[in-house]
C-alpha cells in the first residue's frame, strides 16, 4: 500500500481514466480477457445446453458425440415420460401458489414494515430494525427442526401451503429494499401530505406505494427465485405427491422412481428443464434487478 | 393550521408513548407478530428442544419428555456423524474458499475492462446462481454417473468407483458444485468491489513500474479484501447448511456418510429417527460455531484493515 502516499502530481497522464487506460493496454490483453471470460462463460453455460440435449435424446447418449446430437435422436418422449410419473401441471401449479403466497404475504409485511422503518418515528423502531437484521444473521436451518415440529406436528399444517408458505414470510430482503426505497423519496412529499390532511394510511396508500412499482418489481422478483428454487423446507412438509412443488416432486423421482426406467436421465432432465425454464426466464427479462439488490443485500448481510 | 394545532395537543400523550408517529408502530406490527411467531419462537424452541429428549410420538399419543440436561449436546460430541459433518465443512470451505476467491476475482477484473459482451458475459456467469438446485444436481448426475460424459472423456483416468459413490471423491464434488454454481454471485461482488478502488492507486503503481501482475496484486487485491472476507463468511455458512447436494447429488450423504452435511444429519435423526431433541441440539452447535467462525474473520480482517 506504500503507493498511496505518493503525491498525484507525479502521475504522468493526470486523471486518464482507467478505462481508457486498459484501452491503450493494447489488443493483445483484450484478447486474452476475451479468451478468460468465454472459457467461463463455457464452463457456466454448458450443463443448461447438456440438461436441453439430454431432456432431447431419444437414447441417452454420454458420449463426447452425444453433446452434438443427432436431429433423429430428439424426441419430446422424455417429457411425456416424467409427466407420467410426475403431474408437470399439478406441480407446476403447486410451485406457483407457493411462490405467490410468499410473494403476496412479503409485499404486505415489508411495504408495511419498510415505510415504518423509512418514513415514521415511533418508539421501537430500532428494535424491529435490529429483529429483521437478526433473521440475516442466523442460518435458516436452525429453526428447521423447531418450525417442522410446529406447523407439522403442533398446528397440523403438513401438505398445506399455508405451511409451505409461512416460514418464507420473514423476509428481510423486501423490507430492506422498501426502506431503501422510501427512504430515497423527497421527505417534502410526505410532509406535504401530512400538513394537507392525509393519514399516514392515505399517504402509504394514494402516494407511497404508486411511486414504488419499481421497488415492488424488484420484491417480486427477487422473492419470486426463493420459494420457486426452494427444496428443503417443502420437502419437509409435503408428503402428498398432489400437493409437492415440482422442486419436491423431481428430487422424490429422482430418488425413488428414476431407476427403475429404461431412460432416466432423459425424464429427469426433462423435469430439470420444466424446473429451471421459469426461473431462467425470469431472471434474463428482468436482469437488472437481481444484480443491484444481490450486491446491497449481500454487503449488508 | 389552528386544527393541526389542536388534534396534535389531543394525540399528545398517544405520541408521548409511542413516538411521533404511533401508527408506525401499528405498520411494523403485522412483520413483527410473524417475526415473533416464526423467527423468535422457534428459535427459543430449538434451545428448549435440545435440552429434553424430545422425540416424535404417534399422533395424540401422551409422552413424557423429560429434562436431560446437556445429555444431547455431550451425545453431538461423540458422535463419529457429527466429526464426519465437521470434516466435511472443513473440506468444503478447504475446496471453494481459494477457488472461489481466485475464479470470481480474475473474471471480474476481466469484466472490468472495456470488452464487449460484458452483459452477456454478467448474466452467462449469474445463470446459474437463480437457478433451482434440484435442476443443476439432475445435469451433475448425468456429467459425474458412472458412464457419464467426464468419465467417458477420461476414459481409464476416471476413479473407481465413480465420482458420486466415492468416498475420497463425494465431497470434492459436491464442493465443485456448489463453487460452479454461486461463482456468478461472487464475481458480481467482486466487481462491484473494484469500483471502489480509486483509479488513482492504478496510476500510481503504473507510475512506480508496476506490470499488469504486479497492479493487481499490489492494488487490486488488497483493494477488495472486505469482498474477500465476505466469500469466507459465506462460504461458511453455505458449507454448514448444505441438504439438496448431498442428498440428491450422491444420494442421501454419500457412502458411509462420506459427503453427510450437517443439516442433512439432522435432518435424519430429527425427522427420519424422530429424534427432534437431538437434532435440535446439532443444529444450535452449527449456529454458535458458524456465527463464532463469521465473527472472528470480521473481527480479523478488520483490524488489518484498521
Known sequence: MTTTARPPLQTAPPTAPRRRATREGGTLRRVVGLLVLGAGALVFLFPFYYMIVGALQREPDPTPAGAFPDPGNLTLDNLAAINARVDLLRTLLNSAIFTGGVIVLTLVLGLLAGYALARLEFRGRGLVFGAMLLTLVLPFQLLMIPLYVMIVRTYGLADSYLGMILPFAVNATAVFIFRQFFRSLPADLFEAARVDGASELQILLRIAIPMSRPAILTAVIVTFIGPWNEFLWPFLVTKQASMQPLAVALANFITTVAASMANPFGAILAGATVLAIPAVVVFLVFQRHFLQTDISAGIKG | ?306
Open chain 2, 1 to 306: 393550521m389552528s386544527a393541526i394545532a389542536t388534534s396534535g395537543t389531543t394525540r399528545r400523550p398517544l405520541q408521548r408513548v409511542f413516538g411521533r408517529h404511533p401508527i408506525g408502530a401499528l405498520f411494523a406490527l403485522p412483520y413483527a407478530i410473524f417475526w415473533v411467531a416464526l423467527f423468535a419462537w422457534p428459535l427459543g424452541l430449538a434451545v428448549y428442544m435440545s435440552f429434553y429428549d424430545y422425540f416424535f410420538a404417534a399422533p395424540g399419543a401422551e409422552v413424557e419428555r423429560p429434562f436431560v440436561g446437556l445429555a444431547n449436546y455431550v451425545q453431538a460430541f461423540g458422535d463419529p456423524s457429527v466429526r464426519r459433518a465437521a470434516l466435511n465443512v472443513a473440506i468444503f470451505i478447504l475446496i471453494n474458499v481459494p477457488l472461489t476467491v481466485a475464479l470470481a476475482m480474475v473474471l471480474a477484473t476481466a469484466l472490468n475492462s472495456a470488452i464487449p459482451f460484458r452483459t452477456f458475459f454478467r448474466a452467462a456467469y449469474y445463470v446459474p446462481y437463480v437457478t433451482a438446485s434440484v435442476a443443476m444436481v439432475s445435469v451433475w448426475l448425468w456429467l459425474f454417473s458412472s458412464g457419464g460424459l467426464v468419465n467417458q472423456i477420461l476414459g481409464a483416468a476416471a476413479p473407481d468407483p465413480s465420482w458420486l459413490v466415492n468416498s475420497f471423491w463425494a465431497m470434492p464434488i459436491i464442493a465443485l458444485f456448489a463453487t460452479w454454481k454461486q461463482l456468478g454471485f461472487y464475481v458480481l461482488l467482486y466487481l462491484a468491489a473494484l469500483q471502489n478502488i480509486p483509479d488513482t492507486l492504478y496510476e500510481a503503481a503504473m507510475v512506480d513500474g508496476a506490470g499488469v501482475v504486479r497492479r493487481f496484486f499490489a492494488v487490486t487485491v488488497p483493494g477488495v479484501r472486505q469482498a474477500t472476507t465476505l466469500v469466507v463468511i459465506l462460504a461458511t455458512i453455505v458449507g454448514a447448511n448444505f441438504f439438496t447436494e448431498p442428498y440428491l447429488l450422491t444420494g442421501g450423504g454419500g457412502p458411509n456418510g462420506a459427503s453427510v452435511s450437517p443439516v442433512l444429519l439432522m435432518y435424519q435423526e430429527g425427522i427420519e429417527q424422530g429424534d427432534a431433541g437431538y437434532a435440535a441440539a446439532i443444529g444450535v452447535v452449527l449456529a454458535v460455531v458458524v456465527m463464532a467462525i463469521s465473527l472472528t474473520y470480521r473481527f480479523v480482517f478488520e483490524r488489518e484493515d484498521a
